[in-house]
């Protein structure tokens, strides 16, 4: 079942602008993470922000988490034309030591225009 | 530094045709190993994981099994494919016992005609 689903499926912007996608899931999180992906390639982690965790971030990428709504943000600031990729975000809820699994969205595709 | 292989990059195959593909990782011990499938345009579906040699774990029952003969060796496989098996198919690792972030490999764009 999806756990992640993220908002918009599309966004499409102006090199320079920020672009901000957001994720919604069902149950309790141990982590969210985003990954990134480029038409026809594998996926590449970007960021993990834990549960007791609000905010996060790595260059020109924030991430926040807000646990009592179950979703999470990513903002990429002064977006590039290299920016341009499907977005996903992941989460693990799994209990003990025994679920080693990630639930992935269906993502965003972000297209920035120079 | 770790790195993680798959073969081939794309393949084409007829419906009823076996199948196998592999995904090998390199500068770890004792991965946690993982199938995804992901259909054009869409999210990815987990299909497989394997937490040691010989241990897998299937996500959803269909037309494919995996296994893991070796420490770092993933193998997907199908003795007939059907044309719904065709997709883009990605195997990951994470460091077994911590699962922080999966490391993907280029993936196998697979289409049965």
């Known amino acids: 079942s999806q756990q992640g689903e993220e908002d918009p499926q599309a966004l499409s912007i102006q090199e320079g602008e920020n672009a901000t996608m957001n994720c919604s899931y069902k149950?309790?999180?141990?982590?969210l993470q985003w990954y990134r992906q480029n038409s026809g390639r594998g996926l590449v982690h970007l960021i993990l922000?834990?549960?007791?965790?609000r905010e996060k971030h790595s260059g020109r990428l924030r991430v926040t988490l807000d646990t009592s709504k179950k979703s999470s943000s990513l903002l990429i600031t002064a977006s590039r034309a290299a920016d341009t990729a499907s977005y996903f975000c992941?989460?693990?809820?799994?209990?003990?030591?025994?679920?080693?699994?990630?639930?992935f969205g269906k993502g965003t595709l972000l297209t920035v225009n120079p | 530094s770790q790195t993680i292989h798959q073969w081939p990059a794309t393949l084409v195959q007829p419906v009823g045709s076996p199948l196998s593909l592999e995904c090998t990782v390199e500068?770890?011990?004792?991965?946690?190993l993982y199938w995804y499938r992901q259909a054009a345009g869409r999210g990815l579906q987990l299909l497989f994981y394997?937490?040691?040699?010989?241990?897998i774990s299937s996500e959803v029952p269909q037309n494919l099994s995996a296994s893991r003969p070796q420490d770092r060796q993933f193998i997907l496989s199908s003795k007939k494919l059907l044309l719904s098996d065709s997709g883009f198919y990605l195997c990951?690792?994470?460091?077994?016992?911590?699962?922080?972030?999966?490391?993907f490999g280029p993936g196998t764009r697979l289409t049965v005609l």
């Open positions: 990951a690792w994470s460091p077994l016992w911590i699962l922080n972030e999966q490391f």
């Open positions: 149950t309790s999180i141990n982590n």
């Open positions: 922000i834990r549960s007791n965790e």
């Open positions: 992941a989460t693990d809820s799994g209990s003990g030591g025994s679920n080693y699994k990630l639930t």
């Open positions: 500068g770890t011990s004792n991965p946690n």
């Open positions: 394997s937490v040691g040699i010989g241990q």
